[in-house]
């Protein structure tokens, strides 16, 4: 009898643990269901590029630890939204999912594993409206996938951004400064409201709660005043004033979310020092959340969702995305995420939480 053969790409932003999922996804595959796994390469672009490659014990020996991908990834193809050029040099898209389909048919894949964030989990949806068989796995710092209680990559980016923060103390202090560390996030503000939390945030602002400046310049103001005398104010790059918009840094035609956010720390820096004559100062974390090498919970989360991966597909389950539902890992249908975000509410018990212990949140 045939080995079932089952295809694997990582999509979207890179983050810690992706190749511990990696790593999950083919030993369990082979030591537990003697299945074969073949590698895509960039994400989407591979199926389309016809770029794969076999992955065995040995290619992913060692890779537990390492950030990044060993498979590559892309947030720009979407093969029903295939970026070219024109003639006249011009962006148009066309829809090659049929070419995709051919492709994995000829691969003879039994199954897709796709990890990835919202927009890989909606390419992943379509194509098993088309008859793939797919098996999604959560991946993002920004948490915000629906279905999921947590996604993998979050507590390592949160852990990097927690520890910058700690050390962007030395300087508050020293020099009497506001400090503000603008963090990834998107449109949801998890990374910011735990990291803030944890490495002691005066002031956190995520984009799920609007602030009001002029409560921001009271608060450091009055710190200034205290035996502290300095403040450091955490904020996510979505965050926004009451009745006023996110800062957007650019706009990437091609990606299937084009809109890139960033510059909120410089402006709210601006707006802070201009409100309270205090010097302030900058830190833009950005990418810096994404690399390194993902913790031991991350770690743990990823082998636990790349076994079970394995599983779903031996066990002929698709359609689905595997998802942390207390300590139990589940599968949730792929057409109950499409087009919904988990934010952060704010009346959660985390926002509670820095209310008690004296955190700004803007309002
Ligand atoms: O979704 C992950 C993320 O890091 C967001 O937090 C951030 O807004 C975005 O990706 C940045 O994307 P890029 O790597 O394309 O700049």
């Known amino acids: 009898m045939r080995k079932k053969r089952i295809g694997v790409l990582t999509g979207g932003g890179d983050c810690p643990g992706l190749n511990a999922v990696i790593r999950g996804v083919v030993k369990a595959s082979i030591s537990t269901y003697q299945m074969e796994v073949i590698g895509i390469i960039d994400a989407y672009q591979g199926l389309v590029d016809k770029n794969v490659r076999p992955l065995d014990w040995g290619d992913v020996s060692g890779i537990l630890t390492q950030g990044g991908t060993i498979l590559g990834t892309s947030n720009i193809a979407n093969p029903f ?22 492709y994995v048919d000829k691969l003879k894949l039994d199954v897709l594993v796709c990890i990835g964030g919202d927009g890989t989990m909606a390419i992943a949806h379509q194509l098993s409206k088309k008859g793939v068989r ?11 996938i629906w279905g999921t209680d947590i996604t993998f990559g979050f507590n390592s980016a949160m852990t990097s951004a927690a520890e910058a923060i700690d050390k962007i103390h030395s300087t ?7 400090m503000v560390v603008e963090v990834m996030g998107r449109y949801a503000g998890w990374l910011t409201l735990e990291s803030g939390i944890a490495a002691g945030g005066d002031v956190i602002l995520i984009p799920e709660i609007p ?6 310049c009271d608060y450091v103001v009055r710190r200034s005043r205290e035996a502290s005398r300095f403040s450091i104010v955490v904020v996510s790059e979505g965050a926004h004033p009451a009745g006023g918009e996110m800062v957007v840094s650019k706009v990437v035609k091609e990606s299937t979310d084009p809109v890139r956010l960033g510059g909120i720390g410089h402006k709210l820096a601006n707006d802070i020092e201009t409100g ?26 990823s082998t636990r969702f790349g076994v079970k991966a394995a599983e779903l597909c031996y066990t002929g389950t698709s359609g689905v995305m595997v998802a942390v539902r207390g300590s139990e890992i589940i599968a949730v249908p792929l057409s109950d995420i499409g087009g919904k975000m988990r934010l952060v509410d704010p009346d959660h018990y985390l926002v509670d939480a820095a209310r008690n212990v004296g955190t700004c949140m803007g309002v």
């Open 211 to 216: 602030y009001n400046l002029d409560v921001i």
């Open 81 to 102: 939204k295939w970026p070219h050029k024109d003639a006249k040099g011009d962006l148009t898209f066309s829809d090659v999912s049929d070419d995709v389909v051919d």
């Open 134 to 144: 797919i098996i999604g796995v959560p991946k993002t710092i920004d948490n915000d």
């Open 276 to 301: 309270t004559g205090l010097e302030t100062r900058v830190t833009v974390l950005g990418h810096l959340v994404r690399g390194g090498t993902p913790t031991p919970f991350d770690r743990v989360l």
């Open 172 to 178: 508050a202090q020293s020099h009497h400064r506001v």
